[in-house]
Nanobody, 127 residues
Framework: QVHLVESGGGLVQAGDSLRFSCAAS????????MAWFRQAPGKEREIVAA????????YDADSVKGRFAISRDNAKNTVYLQMNNLKPEDTAVYYC????????????????????WGQGTQVTVSS
């Protein structure tokens, strides 16, 4: 069992920046692939960014490319999402997710591939 605790949500204006953190329990954090998803009202949960166990491979959705960046600190069991130049369409509940990656240093972008999820944190971007 892995517990994820997210922090960093809030109400911001368009153009502002936010940084999410997601701290994971367990000693095997460095073997986990991680990701951030989001779900806007009336929409399905979608991938935002993903990162491999080492942090050497990352993925950004087209909608956030160049504005958001995922990173991790394995020494702190924490994954981050830096969000810059926020737009009203970024308004959603953001979730971090984790799955074991074994010896594979790859990221995963399908929500069905993730086993554990954080509680979600709301971001509202006003225009």
């Amino acid at each position: 069992q892995v517990h994820l605790v997210e922090s960093g949500g809030g109400l911001v204006q368009a153009g502002d920046s936010l940084r999410f953190s997601c701290a994971a329990s367990g000693r095997a954090f460095s073997t986990y692939a991680m990701a951030w998803f989001r779900q806007a009202p009336g929409k399905e949960r979608e991938i935002v960014a993903a990162i491999s166990r080492s942090g050497g491979r990352t993925y950004d959705a087209d909608s956030v490319k160049g504005r958001f960046a995922i990173s991790r600190d394995n020494a702190k069991n924490t994954v981050y999402l830096q969000m810059n130049n926020l737009k009203p369409e970024d308004t959603a509940v953001y979730y971090c997710a984790v799955r074991s990656s074994g010896y594979n240093d790859q990221y995963y972008t399908n929500r069905g591939q993730y086993v554990y999820w954080g509680q979600g944190t709301q971001v509202t971007v006003s225009s």
